[in-house]
């Protein structure tokens, strides 16, 4: 009897192998594949498709240094916000707006520029440190054979307090489904493909559905999109000046 | 015997008084219908205000979680207190970012408030509900949406909608509800939502049975602002309490403060109504300065018509003088005269103002966007409170008098001879 409680507790808290790994470093693994050593930049692309709406396309450029917890984005077009910025160092978030010079406190948990995406969809993964397993299974996933993770958050700071993954072998995330408290879902989004940047993984896209925000059309429900691409990652040493506010006022003027 | 004698004067020659008794009368009618309108008008949105802001008489928690812990004291305290229509018990959703998703279209909420059915349901049953009425006590799926939310979002009865909020611990969290009522409210107190306590409880993380907002609705008659200092005083019988709270600064204030010696706050309707105060002192002042213009056109107009009227009597002036009236009696005698005139006028008047006051609230107004504030089930409610009233009254009828005086004075003071040759 002792014995299945034992087993029975094993499998809940997480601790059945599973890709040779036990929960929690199942989870930090997930997150070394797309978190680098190194700086990181890239150019983004957020497309922010509202049905019934003209697309909006927004570039900026990102730059990482996930080993201090920093990024830098620099919104580059359109014109209208070009200059916009953001900066988090450690967990302060900052939004700079070159408009009224003004630096205002921002959350990670906000959506980014009114899409479908949050702030923290731009800064480095973190499985291990925000959740923990609650539940796994194998689900086919398209093309991929996907272990399914069930995700409860351990800390407040998380944009959503329960997700579910779909990771393949390669402990790449390719499908997440995020809810709120109470289990509605509130978005998914998927990564149908990555970019190899180093000996670590960048999507080369992300597709974000708010299941929540749409609008009929042709009597069908289309729910808003936000779809970012990754181009140009690089993984060169980045200034430490970029990681400052002084920078974006710098480049804003 | 004078104002007998005033009163056998002004029946012999009312056909003298009866197009000055048709302005006064008229004038009367619309100045009771002016002040019935504009009370009822500020009593509904007070009424409204006291629902939209717990009561008339408002208890609430400094703790951080805003938690009431002594809900039991706070209950003996509010049900001692005079002149209370009904209890509140709510529990408030203080963020501003709970959100009410429908058919992919949303609308932010100005404000969520779980409500204790069954000690508020009769009393909403008041509200002017458009479809629908306040869910069943014990239902916790019902949600009950003002019409501006309900219009963004094509919103009807039995629509499921999703509505998003953070809990306590800031977490995103969500309840899938059933629409169960729309009710008509205006911008000013609308984009409101009205759930079951306990569901809102539990969806935010506060423990079973928590209540954030216990409050009174007082009968139109009774003052919060009088009552509350006692209500400070009751509370404090048993559980430390914050000094009376004025205004919303001071509350801000405090609120910052979090003030654990004196977990509990008091505020009055008229302390959250800043805003809204200078809407009633609008109200009130445009009133009264129309009642105020009236009155003085109405007094020239007396003058006027009394100059006419006493020369027309001028011989039967002098005769009065000439048996041995005063010149005093006579003076009184006149401004009787004028008194019962504007005694009359009050009466017809006021008869008149009632009827079109009462009419005037058989108009639906409810397609008035603006109006709604204003209005009770989309109609006026005219309130007939005696104290403006009989001011107006009393005002009328002096107003009467003063115009008089000019010309009755100007008519006794003639020597009877001279009365009596002009009269000729």
Redesign the interface.
């Known amino acids: 009897m002792k014995v299945w409680f034992l087993v029975l507790g094993c499998f809940f808290c997480g601790v059945f192998p599973a890709f040779g790994l036990e929960g929690r470093a199942l989870l930090a693994a997930i997150d070394r594949q797309v978190s680098f050593e190194t700086d990181f930049s890239a150019e983004y692309t957020v497309t922010q498709d509202r049905?019934g709406e003209p697309k909006s396309v927004q570039t900026l450029a990102l730059f990482r240094r996930d080993k201090a917890s920093k990024f830098t984005i620099l919104i580059l077009s359109p014109e209208i916000d070009k200059g916009k910025g953001y900066l988090k160092v450690d967990n302060n978030l900052w939004f700079y707006d070159p408009v009224g010079r003004r630096f205002t406190v921002t959350s990670a948990?906000d959506r980014f520029q009114n899409s479908n995406a949050r702030n923290s969809d731009f800064t480095r993964s973190n499985l291990a440190g925000d959740y923990r397993i609650v539940g796994q299974s194998k689900v086919a996933l398209g093309k991929f054979q996907t272990t399914v993770l069930e995700l409860e958050?351990t800390n407040?700071g998380?944009?959503?307090?329960r997700s579910k993954i779909w990771i393949t072998d390669d402990l790449l995330v390719r499908k997440t489904e995020d809810s709120?408290?109470?289990g509605?879902l509130?978005r998914t989004v998927a990564v149908p493909q990555y970019q190899k940047v180093g000996d670590r993984w960048v999507p080369v896209s992300m597709v974000i559905v708010d299941n929540?925000?749409?609008?009929?059309v042709n009597g069908k429900?289309?729910?808003?999109t936000t779809t970012i691409a990754i181009a140009k990652p690089n993984l060169d040493p980045v200034a430490d000046l970029v990681f400052t506010q002084g920078y974006l006022e710098k480049v804003s003027r | 015997m004078l104002v007998l004698l005033a009163w056998r004067n002004f029946l012999r020659h009312l056909h003298r008084f009866q197009v000055i008794l048709g302005a006064l009368l008229l004038g009367f009618a619309a100045l009771t219908v002016m002040i019935a309108v504009t009370s009822g008008m500020a009593q509904s949105l007070r009424e409204k205000a006291a629902r939209y802001f717990s009561g008339d008489l408002l208890v609430f928690s400094f703790r951080e979680d805003r938690r009431i812990l002594n809900e039991a004291a706070v209950h003996e305290a509010l049900v001692k207190l005079p002149g209370v229509e009904s209890l509140t018990r709510r529990t408030e959703y203080y963020k501003p970012d709970s959100t009410v998703?429908f058919?992919?279209?949303?609308v932010r909420l100005r404000k969520l408030t779980g409500i204790d059915w069954a000690v508020e349901r009769p009393a909403f049953l008041t509200l002017d509900w458009r479809e629908g009425q306040p869910p069943a006590v014990g239902d916790g799926q019902g949600v009950v949406l003002s019409a501006a939310v309900a219009d963004r979002l094509g919103l009807r009865l039995g629509d499921g909608v999703?509505l998003?909020f953070q809990?306590l611990?800031?977490?995103?969290?969500?309840?899938?509800l059933v629409v169960r009522g729309v009710f008509y409210d205006t911008s000013l107190f609308g984009y409101a939502a009205y759930i079951d306590i306990e569901a809102l409880n539990l969806?935010v993380g506060h423990p079973k049975g928590s209540v954030t907002a216990m409050g009174v609705m007082l009968k139109t008659e009774t003052s919060s602002d009088a009552l509350a200092p006692a209500l400070v005083g009751l509370l404090r019988e048993s559980v430390p309490t914050h000094d009376l709270i004025t205004d919303r600064d001071t509350l801000n204030r405090v609120m910052g403060k979090l003030p654990k010696e004196r977990p509990l706050g008091v505020m009055t309707l008229n302390a959250n109504l800043a805003d809204i105060q200078d809407i009633l002192n609008a109200l009130l002042a445009v009133t009264w300065v129309a009642s105020g213009l009236f009155l003085a056109i109405l007094m020239v107009g007396v003058g006027n018509t009394y100059r006419m009227i006493l020369f027309e009597r001028t011989q039967e002036i002098g005769t009065m003088r000439a048996l041995g009236a005063s010149r005093g009696r006579l003076l009184l005698l006149l401004l009787a005269e004028a008194g019962w005139l504007g005694l009359a006028g009050l009466v017809l008047g006021g008869g008149l103002g009632v009827f079109v006051s009462q009419a005037a609230g058989l108009l639906d107004w409810s397609s008035n966007g603006m109006a709604l504030m204003f209005l009770q089930n989309g109609r006026l409610s005219p309130r007939f409170v005696p104290l403006p009233l009989a001011c107006a009254g009393a005002a009328l009828v002096l107003t009467t008098m003063l115009g008089a005086l000019v010309p009755a004075w100007t008519a006794v003071k003639m020597r009877p001879v001279d009365a009596l040759r002009e009269g000729e």
């Open positions: 049905p948990k958050a407040d998380v944009s959503f307090p709120s408290l109470s509605q509130m929540l925000k749409g609008k009929a429900m289309r729910y808003e | 998703f058919a992919g279209s949303s999703t998003t809990t611990r800031r977490q995103t969290n969500s309840l899938n969806a």
